[in-house]
Structure formats: C-alpha cells, structure tokens
C-alpha cells in the first residue's frame, strides 16, 4: 500500500491510480537557458525515486516531462525578459542554439545521477498549436481578457484559485502587488499571460508564432497544461514540481486546465524541497550553484550525490556541503565493496526467512511516502547482517538498487578462482571433521594467493584481500 504526501489535501494519502495498474505521471522540467546545477538535480533525482517505487510496486508508468524552450520570464509573475531570450543575448547565441545546448548538458546531467529518462520529453515550442488551442478553449469559456501587451487569464472568474497553497486570494494580492506589475491593463496583479506579444517589451523577441490575437509567443505556464493533458488526458494521476512552483506556477497550471475541461487536473500533487548552501536557496541567480563537472572535477562520482540526496527525505531541504558529499561518497564505495564480496554461486531469485523480512521492512519504508534515508538504513543492517545467506543479501541488494538506482548491476563481482573455491572446500571439509590445524593451514595458503575467508554462521565467505 503505497501512501504519497498530497499537497492538494495536506496529507499521506493511499495511493491509487484512475485506471488499473497504469499511472500517468507529469514532471515540470528544467528551463534551458543556463547549465543544469545539482540544486535542480535534486528535484529530478527526487522524481526518479517517485517514478522507481510506483515501477516497484507494479505500476506502469508513463511518465511525461516538459523542456522550456521559451515563455519563462524572469519573474514568475511576467516580470522580466523571457530567460532564453536574454541568456541568448549575452552568450552571443541564437535563443534556439542556447536552448538546445542546455537542453543537451540537462539530458546528460540527469544519466550521470541515475536518473531513467521520460516516455515523452515535449518541447513547448514544438506544440504551439496546441497552447492557442487551449487559450482559445479559455476564450471561448469567458476566462480571458486582453491589453496591449497579452492575452491573460481572468483569476477573477475562476472560484478556488488557491486550493493548492490554501493561501487567501487576498494575501497572494498583497504579494503580486510587491512586484513591478509592468502591465497597467491587468485587471489584477495575479492575472497571468497565457499569449504574449511581440510588440513594445517583447518587440525583439526572436522566437514568435502567428496566433488570433497577434503575432507572439506562450506564456510559461500554459505549456505544462497544453502538453500534460495532450499526452496523459484531461485528468491524470500525479504532477510533480519544485517547492518555488507552489504558490503561481502550479496554481496557475491547474486555473487554466480546470477552467477549460470543466474537470480535475491533477489528483496528487508532490512537491520537493530546495537543496541549499549555506542555509540558501542553490540557483543561478546567486551564482552559489555547482554542476555534475565540478563533482567530477574533485574527483567523487556523480552517484554519491545521488545517494547524498537519497539520505534524506524529498520534502525536507537538503544543505550541500563538499564534506557531507565525500562521506556519501565512502558510503558508496563501501557499498560497491560490499556487493563485490558477496560470494554466491546461486542465483536463485526467491527469498526466504530473514531476506524476505528485509524486504518487506523495505518496502514499508519505500512506501512510507518514500521514506529512503529509512531504506538505506535498512539496507546497511542487511549488508551488516552475517547470518543473512551470500545468495540473499546479493538479491535483496540488487532488489533495492531498482528504486536506490545506484548502478549496483554494473559493479563486477568478485570473480573467485576455481583453486581458491577448491582450497576452501577442503577446508570446510576439515573443519566439519574438527581437524583445525590442518584447516588452518589451508586457510593461511588460502591468504598467501590473496584471499581471505570469513567464517558467517551459516556460510563461509570468500574475499580479496
Ligand atoms: P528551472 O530550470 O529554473 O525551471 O528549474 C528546474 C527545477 O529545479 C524546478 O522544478 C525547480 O523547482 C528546481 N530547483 C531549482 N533550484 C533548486 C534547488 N536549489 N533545490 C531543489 N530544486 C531546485
Ligand atoms: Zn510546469
């Protein structure tokens, strides 16, 4: 019985899909005007983790996760310049090249931490049509109003704006007005563009579409609906988001999907927290970000920052330290050693007594609203557990490596050498005769060619040295 935070109700609720067995799953994705930073990398690695334990559980995933090639002001309140446009500018780029040259460094960022890829990876500026379709659906339904500058979305008339955050409308009104509302027409602050124009602040924007109401280009949030709702339908199982994008984003995804099929959006809405340095907020904007190249350059593997984000819970902030990374990455290491000297002729797949009540512990934690600092505390016992069988503690490990994701399948094990096997039988033979001399003797010739033998109560286990 998996149990998932819902931010829509404030609480673990049991997860069940709409249909069967099958779950439709919507990530915002990352805007592609800067490099990927390990900040961002935690929300993914968090979606991963999500996605790997409805795997798990036997659910098929078809999982959709949007890239922002254009529409993302500055400000999330239509503030600004749009951010490819401006990163453009700077880099001496077009806004195509830049998007696709991040979009590239994002694509990679994510395999390097283990994260397995989207079913549908939707570009907003490969589904234009469908945006004006949906803004003409909101037209037609009386959602829309227009200025100079866009086309925008009537908050006014849409009841519940605020069931998301359980704000007040009236206090979110305070905190759009502290920003540079640059639109005078705008009936209120928190009315947001669904289609603006490419005249007065935009009229050097390159990336531009013909539409009804003037040439321009799609306000952010439109396209997570437009291509959501194309890909999983009107209503879908779970969306998943950044903590930033609680409070306009997300209500705003959810005013124009509602106002416009007259149905439920979304039913679990999850929500990761930040990863911060020094007590803030890691992000571009304050240049205190680090990316998988500098966790190569120091040498440590992109995995321990997985498995840093891993020991800790998705809806807790998480602060990055070089050292809280290296003592991931010695949790790794021992880990992969570990696995390595698993010994175990068998591969039988079935667990039985101590293996099946680490699983079971596992699956609890898993399903405790994905509770992994508690599964890899699990694990460890596991792995410490000498009474545990070679060939069980090799399953379980690589049982939990499907949600863990830490590329324990690539790691070789430890390959023993028919001499050494032959050596050590003879040995145990020895001892079940209680000819301990000769026994050890054996295993001093077993330590001279390089290997140790380790005597568990029920197995004994064969190591390098
Ligand atoms: P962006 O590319 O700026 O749209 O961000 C992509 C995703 O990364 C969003 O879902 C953000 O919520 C998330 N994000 C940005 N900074 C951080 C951070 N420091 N910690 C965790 N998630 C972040
Ligand atoms: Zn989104």
Redesign the pocket.
Known sequence: MLKLYNTLTRKKEIFKPLKDKKVGLYT?G??VYNYAHI??L??YIGDDVLKRVLIYNGYKVTHVMNI?DVG?LVSDNDGGEDKIEKGAKEQGKTAWELARFFEDYFWKSLKEVGVLMPDVAPRATEHIKEQIKLIEKLEKRGFTYKTQQAVYFDVGKFPNYTKLTGQKLEDKKIGAREETVVDKDKKNPYDFALWFFATGRFKNHTMRWPSPWGEGFPGWHLECSAMSMKYLGDTFDIHT?????LTVHHPNEIAQSEAATGKQFVRFWIH?D???VDGE????SKKNFYTIEDIKTRKLNPLAFRYFCLNSHYRSKLNFTWQGLEAAQNALNNLYEDYRNIFSDTTKKKLVGKGETYRRQFIDAINDDLNTPQALAIMWEAIKDESLLANDKKQLLLDFDKVFGLGLSKIKRLEIPAEIKKLAAQREKLRREKKWQEADEIRKKIEGLGYKIEDASEKTNIKKV
């Open positions: 915002c990352p805007t900040g961002n935690k929300k922002t993302h988001g950044g903590i930033d994008h990761h930040f990863l911060l907020k890691m992000s571009k």
